[in-house]
């Protein structure tokens, strides 16, 4: 049983992670299909890029794409909470 306050954290930073990705896509013109790299985002998080705090991995993906933790419970949660919680708007 994974706790809560965990599987909410990495949902946190999933949502962080795709406010990011969205944010220098805008930066870049980059379309839906396009990849950043985390060497791409490093600059635009304030505080380095977020680890899981369970261990998982994160995948960026594509612009279009939700990024992912390598934990699938932690996946299930952000998408199942993507709807009452809408990432908070990414600031320029
Ligand atoms: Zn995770």
């Not at 994974?2 to 013109?29: F, S, Y």
């Amino acid at each position: 049983m994974v706790p809560e306050a965990l599987l909410m954290g990495c949902a946190n930073h999933l949502h962080q992670i795709d406010a990011t990705k969205k944010r220098w896509a805008r930066q870049r013109g980059a379309g839906l299909k396009d990849t950043p790299t985390w060497d791409d985002l490093d600059s635009l998080f304030r505080n380095g890029p977020p680890k899981c705090p369970g261990g998982g991995t994160y995948t960026i993906g594509a612009v279009g794409e939700l990024p992912e933790c390598s934990i699938a419970e932690h996946n299930e949660y952000f998408k199942a909470h993507l709807e009452a919680e809408p990432a908070p708007a990414a600031t320029k």
